[in-house]
Each structure stands twice: as C-alpha cells, then as structure tokens.
C-alpha cells in the first residue's frame, strides 16, 4: 500500500543547527497522528532565500507553514502576499501558512508570544516602567507589542551597545505604532534600573555563562522581574544576580513555546488542545537536558 507523503513544516534561517522547533513542532505532529514532518532548511544567503521562494510558490510544493528565524524576519516581507496587521506593524515576520493555491500569508507571533509568557508570568504591563537591553529581532517584537497593547507601560527605556541602532529601530517602528512613551537612552545608568519593574534582556551577552553584565547589578531590586530571553544557559549571570536579589526571574524558554504554539495554531487553522501544548513544552524542555 502507497502511503501518502507527509505535509511539509520547517524554519528557515542560518544558524539553525541548535533550533528547538524542529522537536517541539514534530512532538505535536506525532502526538496529533498528524501525516506532517517539520525540517531545518538553512539557506545561507540572500540568493538561496529568493530561490527558496520561487520552489515554494510551485503547485506540487508539499511545504505549508513555516517559522523565519534570523537573519530573515524583516527579509521574507517582500515574498509575502497577505502580511498579518500586527506583523505589518512590526515589519518582520516569522511565521508562514502556504495554501493549496500557494498564496503566502505571513504572521508575526514573537511578540503574542512574549505577552503569553507575561502573562503566564502574572505581570501585567499597565503602568509599569520597562527597561530593555539590545535593540535587535527580538526588541523589536517585543516593543511593538508592549506599545500596542491597552495595558500600556508608564515608560520604556531602551540602551543598546551602538546607540544609533536603538535609534534607527524605534524611529523605524514609529510610523506605523505610537512610541511616545518610549525612550532610547544613551547611557545605561539613565535606564534607571533601580526603579524598574520589568528588564529584558535581549542581547547575548551571558550566552556562554559568562561573568559579564551590562548594568549595575547593584541596582537589581525584589519588585522587579528579570526576563532574560536567554533560555540556554537556564539561569543566565543576570538571572542569577537578580534572583540573589530577591527578584522574580524568568528565561526566554516560555516565549519560544508560546510563540510556537501560535504558530502551530496558524498552521492548524484552530487553538490545538492544552494537552499538545503541553506535548511541545515537554519536547522543548527535554532538547535542553
Ligand atoms: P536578536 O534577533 O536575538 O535580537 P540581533 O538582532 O542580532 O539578535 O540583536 C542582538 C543584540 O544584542 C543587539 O542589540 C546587539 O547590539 P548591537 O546593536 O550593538 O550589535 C546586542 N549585543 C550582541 N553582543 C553584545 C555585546 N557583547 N554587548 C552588548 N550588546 C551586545
């Protein structure tokens, strides 16, 4: 008997050997009994990005939902027919559903995604001030998302290593979402961490365990929450310091499931059930031992 061949899922991006969706997404495939595979497809330039896209817009071409990972978020805008509304705003994208007349939607679940955690976290964003570190991918879905919500922060005070960047990011994201209690600062003792409810970490910096901090850690305070998006090491310096500290911490672990259920969602055209969810957190927690 001819079984049918399974439906194509995967990521694209490079570097893509340490990525976790891979075993998140086919945990829930396999859980689902659904005929579907999830694949890596590294493309390590511009050129096999674009030929990537014209492979994927052939009839025959089983691929119908994808995750974008760096450097291609921002880079995948002009191959996309319908842009989501929130992802328009955020200008990336990384998560794509391709129907049977292989037309590209793309969707933005970053940012949802990080709010899932927040809120699973119980913080709620309304009136608090919000210090981020690193003005890359990351920053960018989540200050969108911490803009566009009703719950609306007090302030939020981005410092980035090259200031320039911070600049160019917020003043980018400023045409199309209201950025005005935002501020890029250019001195990270003005980021005020001291008085601080909320600090993201996004940048790199304790991704190899190293003793390094950006800001003071003497200024790490018990009424605040850590949340570095770093979620291997577990426990970053920062986390620890701030846990010493007495804060609430969390790693960036939740936000690559929750954004991932999202996507998984998109692709299924329905909520999947807790009881996969909880399927795709297993898998993901068990790819860090
Ligand atoms: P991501 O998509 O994960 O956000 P990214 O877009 O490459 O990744 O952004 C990485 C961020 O980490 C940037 O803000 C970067 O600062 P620069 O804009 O100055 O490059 C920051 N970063 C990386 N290494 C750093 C370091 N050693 N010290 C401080 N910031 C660092």
């Known amino acids: 008997m001819l079984s049918e061949p399974p439906a194509i899922y995967g990521i694209i991006g490079t570097p893509l050997a340490h990525s976790l969706s891979p075993l998140m997404h086919n945990a829930a495939f396999k859980a689902l009994k659904v005929n579907a595979v ?17 492979d994927l817009r052939e009839k025959d071409n089983p691929t119908f939902g ?12 002009p191959y996309i027919d319908v842009i989501d509304p929130f992802a328009d705003k955020v200008g990336a ?25 927040l809120e699973e976290l119980k913080f709620n964003p309304k009136d608090k001030r919000i210090v981020i570190l690193g003005a890359g991918g990351t920053t960018r879905s989540i200050l969108s998302v911490l803009c566009l919500i009703n719950q ?5 005070k981005i410092f980035n290593r090259t200031y320039s960047k911070a600049k160019a990011l917020v003043d980018s994201l400023s045409s199309k979402i209201d950025m005005s209690n935002v501020e ?9 961490v001291e008085l601080a409810d909320l600090l993201i970490n996004t940048t790199s910096v304790g991704l190899k365990g ?10 790490l305070h018990k009424d605040m929450l850590v949340y570095d998006v770093i979620y291997n090491p577990k426990e970053t310096p920062l986390l620890k310091a701030a846990k010493a500290k007495g804060a609430q911490t969390a790693n960036g672990l939740s936000m690559l499931f929750y954004q991932g259920v ?17 399927v795709m957190r297993q898998a993901l927690e068990g790819g860090l031992k």
């Not at 995750?67 to 995948?76: A, G, I, L, Q, R």
């Not at 990384?94 to 590209?104: A, G, M």
């Not at 609306?152 to 939020?156: E, G, R």
């Not at 999202?262 to 909880?278: C, P």
């Open 38 to 54: 999830y694949k890596t497809f590294e493309l390590v330039d511009d050129e096999e990005l674009k030929l990537f896209f014209e």
């Open 210 to 219: 190293e003793e390094k901090f950006l800001i003071d850690t003497t200024t």
């Open 93 to 117: 994208v990384n998560t794509l559903v391709i129907d049977h007349q292989r037309k590209i939607f793309g969707f933005n679940t970053d940012g949802p995604g990080f709010l899932s955690h």
């Open 152 to 156: 609306k922060p007090t302030n939020i």
């Open 262 to 278: 999202l996507a998984f969602n998109h692709w299924a055209g329905t909520d999947i059930e807790d009881k996969y969810k909880k």
């Open 184 to 192: 890029v600062v250019d001195n990270i003792e003005d980021l005020n």
């Open 66 to 77: 994808l995750n974008v990972t760096v450097p291609y978020k921002e880079k995948v805008l």
